[in-house]
């Protein structure tokens, strides 16, 4: 069974997700934030993340920038009620595994179709950054 780390600030955005994907027979771990976020990340299985942009404390953006250097072949979905923060150079960086970007409120089937596609999908390869041609 594949495991979904839901990361939101709002529980009722949380709540909504956790039903979606139980729906669908995902097992999911949800945190307000990113301390909870970077512990289920480093003693759980986690096979992607949905992640908020705009939350209080750590920004989504800044816990993308670590998902990013210590798991970069995790897939995240970014969902965020600002799209223009998509723009950021955080999600750039991170293109590669980078699933979908949604929008609040996040229209359910398409995040669910995102999912499936990001499961179905090849594992992203590490970025070379910087290696020689």
Request: glycine share 6%; net charge negative; charged share 25%.
């Amino acid at each position: 069974m594949k495991t979904i780390l839901v990361v939101d600030d709002e529980p009722a955005a949380r709540q909504l997700y956790r039903d979606a994907f139980e729906d669908e027979g995902y097992c999911v771990l949800e945190a307000e934030g990113a301390g909870t976020a970077l512990t289920l990340l480093r003693t759980a299985t986690v096979d992607l993340v949905v992640l908020d942009i705009h939350m209080p404390g750590t920004h989504g953006l800044e816990l993308l920038a670590r998902i990013h250097k210590a798991w970069p072949r995790l897939p995240v979905i970014l969902c965020s009620a600002l799209p223009k923060l998509f723009d950021d150079y955080a999600v750039w960086d991170a293109m590669p595994q980078i699933a979908g970007l949604f929008g609040k409120p996040v229209e359910l089937r398409a995040l669910l179709d995102a999912v499936r596609r990001a499961f179905a999908a090849p594992v992203p390869k590490p970025s070379l950054v910087g290696a020689a041609s």
